[in-house]
Nanobody, 116 residues
Framework: QVQLVESGGGLVQPGASLRLSCAFS????????MAWYRQAPGKERELVAQ????????YYTDSVKGRFTISRDNAKNTVYLQMNSLKPEDTAVYYC?????????WGQGTQVTVSS
């Protein structure tokens, strides 16, 4: 019954920033691990970042470390992905996901395009 709705994607130039948001509904948000995945054309879906239910433990794939930050606001039932210093290789559809240990629930995806 969990529903995830993403926003914040768009077309930006290299070096720009975007902040993605994912609104969670249908269950108790503070119990769920949250994550951002991305999928570029012709490639498998890749885990970009995740954050545990309490917000104290995070993970980032190597290619985004130092540039992306995942955070959550449990009072607003929202998870964010702050993306700085965007590169063309960050171009992908970004998906929000939620679960306890496996990600059972997925958002619809939001397109991020980084191009000059």
């Amino acid at each position: 019954q969990v529903q995830l709705v993403e926003s914040g994607g768009g077309l930006v130039q290299p070096g720009a920033s975007l902040r993605l948001s994912c609104a969670f509904s249908g269950s108790i948000f503070s119990l769920y691990t949250m994550a951002w995945y991305r999928q570029a054309p012709g490639k498998e879906r890749e885990l970009v970042a995740q954050i545990n239910s309490g917000g104290f433990s995070t993970y980032y794939t190597d290619s985004v470390k130092g540039r992306f930050t995942i955070s959550r606001d449990n009072a607003k039932n929202t998870v964010y992905l702050q993306m700085n210093s965007l590169k063309p290789e960050d171009t992908a559809v970004y998906y929000c996901a939620s679960g306890y240990s496996r990600y059972n629930y997925w958002g619809q995806g939001t397109q991020v395009t980084v191009s000059s």
